[in-house]
């Protein structure tokens, strides 16, 4: 089996600096909307923020602002 790598868009889970790339939006500004203890769009590893990308998604096309 080869080892392919996923494109940002084909991932479920991204780190905040592909979710920062992937929404065009600053890595200091996703850790700051994913910093709610009860976040519904992150998953924690350890000490480690995966964000899942469909909800948060959903979340950004619902808001007016950031």
Do not use: H
Request: charge should be positive.
């Amino acid at each position: 089996m080869k080892n392919k790598t996923l494109s940002i868009s084909e991932k479920s889970l991204l780190t905040p600096e592909e979710a920062a790339e992937y929404f065009n939006i600053g890595v200091n500004k996703i850790r700051a909307l994913t910093d709610g203890k009860n976040c519904p769009y992150v998953l924690w590893s350890g000490n480690r923020r995966l964000i899942k990308r469909k909800p948060f998604e959903e979340y950004l096309y619902k808001q007016y602002s950031i």
